[in-house]
């Protein structure tokens, strides 16, 4: 009878860098939100630098264009391009900038972002 060769088995060693998981950073207000004045370069960072990233921008440009009607979730989303969650995620961003602000299940531009 032949002798097979044996075939060496990896194991989970190749696997080491996606068993430590990546840090998360969510987005804080910067210190001048609170103000009233927005620096838009400061605000639209990407998430990494602290801020709330650039495609956020897109939704709230959007929804500074709507004015008193404001928008939905959903009608931004149909909008923007951009799935649901994201845009729940850019507005509650928007929101801790103090740029948007929800009443009745509709959002709105800050009246002090609207420039």
């Not at 009878?1 to 060496?8: A, D, H, S, V």
């Not at 990494?48 to 004015?67: F, K, M, N, S, V």
Request: glycine residues 10%; proline residues 5%; hydrophobic residues 30%.
């Amino acid at each position: 009878m032949p002798m097979r060769k044996r075939r060496k088995q990896k194991g989970r060693r190749h696997r080491r860098v996606n068993r430590t998981p990546r840090p998360v950073t969510r987005t804080r207000p910067s210190e001048s939100a609170g103000t009233g004045a927005v620096d838009e370069k400061i605000v639209f960072r990407p998430v990494q630098a602290g801020g709330i990233g650039r495609p956020a921008e897109r939704t709230w440009q959007h929804l500074r264009t709507c004015g008193d009607t404001g928008a939905s979730v959903d009608e931004l989303s149909g909008v923007v391009g951009y799935q649901r969650a994201t845009i729940t995620r850019h507005v509650d961003g928007l929101a801790a900038h103090h740029l948007a602000q929800q009443r009745d299940g509709r959002w709105y531009a800050a009246q002090a972002a609207a420039h």
